[in-house]
């Protein structure tokens, strides 16, 4: 059920430095302009998680900023490429048609391709927690 769209500058998303903030599905500032995420959907789950779906789009050849995710984080990229980079893995390059996921609590980063990179991503998060949080480096 859709309980909630917000257009805004972040980085989920799945991708990026920034955070939605506890609020559910409010956005956080982006760094420096270079991501706009959709917020899609956020779904209730059972056991006190909820699912959010956001659209995520990167300027060319740019760092989203490194974070981790509370949940697991999946998603599909939509079009453009890019590089995931998770730390303890090798970097994963990826094209519009792949599909990703991090761990949960694993700090990671994207680098946009000369094309952008837009992806849908899911994230399951228990309630009460950010969607996103900054990692150091």
Do not use: W
Not at 16 to 34: E, S, Y
Not at 63 to 74: F, I, K, Q, Y
Not at 85 to 103: C, N, R, T
């Amino acid at each position: 059920m859709l309980k909630k769209i917000v257009l805004g500058l972040s980085v989920v998303a799945l991708v990026g430095g920034t955070a939605l903030a506890q609020d559910k599905m409010a956005p956080a500032p982006a760094a420096a302009n270079n991501i706009k995420r959709t917020p899609l959907q956020d779904v209730d789950f059972p056991a006190g998680y909820h699912i959010v779906t956001a659209v995520a789009e990167i300027v060319p050849n740019v760092l989203a900023g490194r974070h981790t995710h509370p949940g697991v984080d999946t998603g599909y990229v939509l079009a453009g490429s890019g590089t995931l980079i998770v730390e303890g893995k090798p970097d994963q390059q990826l094209k519009a048609g792949d599909s990703y996921a991090v761990p949960a609590g694993v700090p990671h980063d994207v680098k946009s391709g000369p094309d952008g990179f837009k992806v849908i991503a899911a994230y399951i998060v228990e309630k009460g927690k950010p969607v996103a949080s900054p990692a150091p480096k």
